[in-house]
């Protein structure tokens, strides 16, 4: 066995969720030349990638090789008057990267402060809050292939992105690794976007009329402690489930029984509804079953008090999922990827 490859390791301090699962073989990769070696041994076929662990539910033990992803680094690659285009390696925390950007006054990312994982996973289910996705600002990423470990650069529409999707989830989960994801941000006059959610009220709250990108994010950050748990605090994946995108035919029945409902005009066809208030009508929130349970302030988040397992928490999800399903004849799925 390789000296830098280590056995039998939890993998607790390695997921949001904090469930403790075991890694038969273990290594944490600092480079892509170590990373390339690491996927040339014969000797572990399978591979399990792990990133920031942020969104992934581990219900059992790993017993292939897991490789971290610990890539660190930040660069400009060039820049004018009205854009930057910028490049964070796939081991960078994603809401570092954010307040990183704000400092140096590069605008897009603001709206996505505080989501949590790592930079390199946040293509895979094309991250996104508050009106913004990550596709607005993605520019390309370079992946390396598992099988061949050969480097292919994506570009945005290589991607195919869509709501919490890509091809990465999709024909090609599994397939690669991203080592790096290139931004284009703005550098002049920055487009802010204050529409949606609570974040109109959070600036009004504190008097501001001219938002700047900090202020936006000042503003996402406050929102989002006030209804999230701090996975270090208190073991959550943000986030469990997606928000459903309806036909309108299917809309327009569940608004005629629940004229209260919170809901986004996606497109002429299709409507979003909060998964969150889905839940909380089928009196989930702030449930506890054992150590797994519902977050008090948001019922889209499943947390673990402690010492819950995985498929504890599984076995929840599916029970909402089946609750929602019974009360409103809509499908919930989770956004989180169950393993």
């Known amino acids: 066995m390789h000296s830098y490859i ?3 390791i939890s993998l607790k301090n390695f997921n949001t969720f904090g469930i403790d699962v075991n890694a038969k073989y273990f290594v944490s990769v ?3 030349a170590q990373l390339k070696e690491v996927l040339q041994l014969d000797h572990y076929p399978d591979k399990f990638v792990l990133g920031g662990g942020s969104n992934m539910l581990l219900t059992k033990d790993i017993d292939t090789l ?8 930040k660069d400009i690659l060039k820049q004018d008057n009205d854009h930057v285009v910028v490049r964070c390696m796939a081991g960078e925390n994603w809401h570092d990267f954010v307040l990183w950007s704000i400092d140096h006054d590069f605008g897009g990312l603001e709206n996505m402060s505080l989501i949590p994982g790592n930079v390199g996973t946040a293509p895979i289910q094309n991250i996104g809050a508050y009106g913004t996705e990550l596709k607005d600002t993605f520019l390309q990423c370079k992946a390396i292939e598992l099988s061949t470990g050969k480097t292919r650069v994506f570009s945005n529409h290589d991607c195919k992105f869509g709501y919490r999707n890509s091809i990465f989830k999709n024909e090609l989960k599994g397939k690669y690794i991203i080592c790096s994801v290139d931004f284009k941000l703005t550098t002049g006059s920055h487009t802010v976007k204050t529409s949606y959610g609570a974040i109109e009220s959070e600036l009004q709250k504190n008097a501001i009329t001219n938002p700047s990108i900090k202020d936006v994010s000042n503003a996402v950050i406050a929102i989002r402690q006030s209804k999230l748990p701090d996975p270090k605090e208190l073991g959550n994946s943000g986030s469990f489930f997606k928000n459903p995108i309806v036909s309108k035919t299917v809309f327009r029945a569940f608004i005629t029984k629940h004229p209260d409902a919170p809901y986004y005009t996606v497109s002429e066809s299709e409507v ?3 998964a969150g208030w889905l839940i909380e009508q089928a009196g989930f929130k702030g449930k506890r079953f054992g150590d797994a349970g519902v977050h008090r302030n948001q019922a889209l988040v499943l947390v673990n008090y402690g010492k819950a397992s995985g498929h504890e928490i ?3 999800a599916k029970k909402i999922k089946r609750s929602v ?3 409103f004849g809509i499908d919930i799925e989770a956004e989180v990827n169950v393993i």
Do not use: R, T
């Open 66 to 73: 897991v490789i971290h992803i610990n890539i660190k680094g």
């Open 272 to 274: 979003k509804i909060p």
């Open 314 to 316: 599984w076995e929840l």
């Open 6 to 8: 280590q056995q039998n």
């Open 30 to 32: 600092n480079n892509v």
């Open 325 to 327: 399903k019974e009360e």
